[in-house]
């Protein structure tokens, strides 16, 4: 493995003195919030957020499109978010619940001719006691209170680039909903501890179009099996206190943010193989990740952003599933690439938001982001790179990002090239 390739972004100005950010006056920040008490104990905040994605994509060989033709490229637009959310506070009690519609591509829509129907489905209805402010939450519900890295309970309306990274959530696309579980959750900080813990139920994968395990090679199986997993983090500078799991890319020079975490999830059962001589072989899933976050306010207003973060990945022997956001061909390949799989990966992040203003409010953060994948099933390490600029008018609350993707194309087990992805995306959030 080429080490330098992975740290060489990190060779910046760490030793620069930081120096904390204005504070500017964002009108969209405090959202529409009814306070029933004037001391704030009981309270009711609404929040609504749209994202809209334009973008071009170079396909991978042999897509097809719907006149039976071969398609190299692709323009289209996807309504990525549209989602709704309420949270309800009662003096220790607190209630969060978020839906809306989730991806929405040109071959989704409620037409009568259309196979594919947009959805509207909960991504979040839970509620916490609080039991020792600040240090103890217990709850349960459909949630994010998630273990494994910090980005696997990762704040989408709040990530460093056009999504989360996808290395966060391994079984994203199988036995998670959206990255949730239903169960039972406790959280808080203790010191410069943040911690989270839950216990819960992963979606069974009963759907016959998932993949089929093989010899030497895992795939999922229905499982009514309960999940356990953790994260921890050591903050050594500000604190990242809240009601909610959500984590946050940048906090825009607002905060002074170095954490150390490391997690787990542990699911007994969850996929299964053949042997040679065709035995059916039950297999655990282990996973195991270690990071650092590293948010810092510098000279004239800037802020550098920093995260790197190493991954094991347990499915069972060779597991591998690809994967590719809204990708409308997947029946023929389109943007699809490797995904999760048993192995190790990597994680990179580095941002550097200018000192310069752009109007009364308008920043912009330049970033770079990697995803390093040696799954067992691969021949060749999948190495996935994103550039990018985003310009904040009103900090996330409306925020626009233009994003440059390079892609990894395999040919069976071998990288053959990588593919582009371009994408303008536009954000607002309340």
Known sequence: MNYLRLILPFAVLISITARGQETFVNPLEKGFVHNF?????YFIKAGTSMEFWARYSQMNPG???????????????????????????LDNIYFFTMGGLGTQAYNTSASPYTTAKPTFYMLDVWGYYNVIPDKLKIGYGLNLFRGLARYTSSSATRALGIDPPSLASPDGTT?????????????????????RLNLG????????????????????????????????????FDKEIGPLPFSTSSYLGKKKIFNIGAGFIYHPKETQSYSSDSSILTHDEKHFAVDLYLDLPMANNSVLTCYLVGYLFDFGPNYLLNGGTANVYSST???????????????????YMLPKTFGPMGKIQLYYEGEFRFYDALDDAAMHYNFGMT???????????????????FVSTKFDSYKSLVVLKTQILL
């Open 391 to 409: 310009f904040f008018k009103l900090a996330h609350n409306l925020k626009f990002t233009l994003e440059y993707q390079m892609r990894p194309y």
């Open 201 to 236: 139920k992963p979606f069974a994968v009963t759907s016959s179009g998932r993949p089929s395990y093989g010899v030497n090679k895992a795939a999922d199986i229905p499982n009514n099996k309960l999940s356990f997993e953790g994260y921890f983090a050591f903050q050594f």
């Open 63 to 89: 897509t097809l499109g719907y006149d039976g033709k071969e398609l190299k490229s692709d323009l289209d637009f996807v309504l990525r978010r549209t989602l709704g959310s309420i949270n309800l506070k």
């Open 333 to 351: 390949g389109g943007i699809t690439e490797p995904a999760s799989g048993t192995g190790k990966a990597f994680g990179s992040q580095l941002a």
């Open 37 to 41: 008490t004037d001391d704030g104990k």
């Open 175 to 195: 036995t998670d909903e959206n990255g949730r579980h239903l169960g039972i959750f406790a959280a808080g900080n203790i010191g410069m501890l943040n911690y």
